[in-house]
Structures are given as C-alpha cells and as structure tokens.
C-alpha cells in the first residue's frame, strides 16, 4: 500500500458518560516515521490507540488507520498492524517458541521465529513455559508478538515498563532496525529517554487534548529549549539562561580564568520540556483548557 498517511486523525472524541477522555484530537503519522503520544495517567493515550486499533468504537470525529476505518476494518487490514498493548498478560502453559511459532501461523509474511526470539534477548528462555517468566521477560514475549507478523505499522503502548535497563536499551536497537525497514510506529511511554531516542515526532496529550505537536527536536518551543550555565566563582554559584552558551563560556573564562570553576552547560531533556507543558496546561482555567 501506498498511503503517505498511514495515521490521520481528526477531531477524535470518546466520551464516557458525561466525561470526556478523549476531547477532540488531530494528528497524522507519516509512513515510516516513529510518533510518541505522550501524556500523564489518565490523559486518553490509550483510549486514543484503543480507537485506532480497532478494539474502541469513537463517539465522534474520523480515523483513518492504513487507509481505512478500524471500525469498519477486517482480518486483512489487522494482519497489517502489530500490536503491544499495555497488559496482554501473557501466561499459560506453552514455551516462549510455542508462543511465538503460533502466532506467526496467523500472518501470511512472518519474521523468523528464533530470529525475534532472539531479537528480544529470549534465546534461553525460548523453551521455557510462558508462565514462568520473569514480569520483564513476559513483557518481551509481547514485543516479539507484536513484531512477528513483519507489521506496517506497529503499536508500543508502554512497551518496556519491567525492563531492566539493559533489556530497554536492547528493545531500542530492536526499534532502530525496524524503523530501518520502514515501519511506523506509534509509541507511548512514560521513559521520556525512550521518546526522545527513538522518535521522529512527537504529541503531548493531557485532558483529552493535544496540547503540543511536533519534531522531537523541537517541541515545546525555542523558550523551553534554552540552555542553562552553570559555574561558581569566589562569590559562589551562578546560574544564566541563554541561547549563546559558547559565547558566556567564552566571557567567563576570560574575565574569572581558573576561578572559573564547576562549569557546566545543561541543555532541558525532552522530560524537562514534557514536564514544563503538561505544568503549563494544568494552571490554565478550565474555560481555556477547552480550547486547547
Ligand atoms: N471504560 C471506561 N469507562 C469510563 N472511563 C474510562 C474508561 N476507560 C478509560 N476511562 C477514563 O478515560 C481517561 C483516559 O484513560 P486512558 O487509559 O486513555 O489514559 P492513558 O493516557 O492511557 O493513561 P495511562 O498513562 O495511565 O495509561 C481516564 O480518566 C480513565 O479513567
């Protein structure tokens, strides 16, 4: 397929009640590119993903999801998608290739199942029963379900909550080699690091509205991105804010030398900007939040 969008979403609303979790979103994924909704607990991601999945029926606005509508969506079009949900809760008596080997029957093209066990870091546990996995080993027979069936585009809600630290910068490279292919990838997570690695683009997503769209590079604004130097002298500490770094670096070296001391340039990570955002919209007034 052909579609330069694979995600277009427009003036999404789900509502609960009279609650809104989802109160009026827009947003497209370009084919190929890795987009991360990111937002707080509660904020409607993965009612959101829920929607463009299939698996949630809107109340309003459009979704189009590799060209079609998941509401209306078929056995084709779902083969087209890999999905990691939040908590598939995988168990059961079967071995992690069992497991594996299964679900790959289900796609017409699927990876070679060693190679994804493999790929998710499971080789020695590729005989052991699901259900006596580790939590953070379990999470990573998700992904390999989620990559098996060599997906379009591919859904990562949380994919590495229970990862160790090692293990979450193994999935990244997992993610690198599949964006290499040209997969989309929708990714949400609460690891800003994650986002800001693996991401093309990105949303901020709280309340039920996007409150911030764009590159990683650049989200939240010139503002938020400046750099903050640091450094005490015999007076003790400073601290500037400034867009010319170099050039403050430069005057202080040469008007305190080597008094200059505990020098450092501190450029806000993707968490400082994300937190700044979310900050912002939560001390807006109600009647400007809808508006947002
Ligand atoms: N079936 C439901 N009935 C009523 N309210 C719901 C239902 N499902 C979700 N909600 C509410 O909708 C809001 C958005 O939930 P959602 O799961 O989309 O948040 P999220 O951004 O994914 O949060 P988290 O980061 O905690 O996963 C929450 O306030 C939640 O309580």
């Known amino acids: ?31 190929g590119e890795t987009f991360a909704l990111l937002g707080p607990n509660g904020a409607g991601k993965s009612t959101t993903i829920e929607i463009l999945e299939g698996y949630r029926d809107r109340t309003s606005g459009s979704v189009s999801v590799l060209g079609t509508d998941p509401q209306t969506a078929g056995r ?4 087209r998608l890999g999905m990691v949900l939040q908590s598939s809760g995988e168990s059961g008596n ?3 290739r069992e497991q594996v080997a299964h679900f790959a029957r289900i796609y017409p093209d699927p990876r070679d199942v060693d190679e994804t066990i493999a790929a998710v870091g499971l080789s020695e546990k ?17 992904v390999a379900l989620g990559v098996i069936g060599r997906p379009e585009l591919l ?23 599949l964006k290499r292919e040209g997969t989309t990838i929708l990714l949400t997570t609460h690891y800003l690091d994650e986002a800001a690695q693996l991401s093309d683009r990105a949303g901020v997503i ?36 400034t867009a010319q770094p170099a050039a403050l670096v430069a005057r202080l070296y040469s008007t305190l030398g080597d008094s200059l001391d505990q020098l450092e340039v501190v450029r806000p990570s993707l968490e400082d900007i994300y937190l700044g955002l979310v900050a912002e919209f939560e001390r807006r007034p109600a009647a400007e939040k809808e508006l947002a």
């Open 1 to 31: 397929m052909t579609e330069t969008e694979h995600v277009i979403v427009r003036d999404l609303r789900k509502t609960y009640g009279t609650f809104d979790a989802v109160a009026g979103v827009s947003f497209e994924i370009h084919r």
């Open 76 to 79: 084709d079009w779902r083969a």
């Open 94 to 96: 079967v071995t992690v």
């Open 126 to 142: 590729a005989g052991t029963r699901i259900k006596a996995l580790s939590g953070g080993q379990r999470r990573r027979v998700d």
């Open 155 to 177: 859904f990562l809600d949380e994919p590495t909550t229970g990862f160790d630290p090692e293990a979450r910068r193994e999935f990244w490279e997992l993610i690198r080699s």
């Open 206 to 241: 709280a309340g039920g509205r996007l409150i911030d769209i764009g590159r990683i590079d650049e989200i939240g604004g010139q503002e938020a991105r400046t750099p903050v130097v640091r450094w005490r002298d015999s007076e003790g500490a400073h601290e500037e804010r």
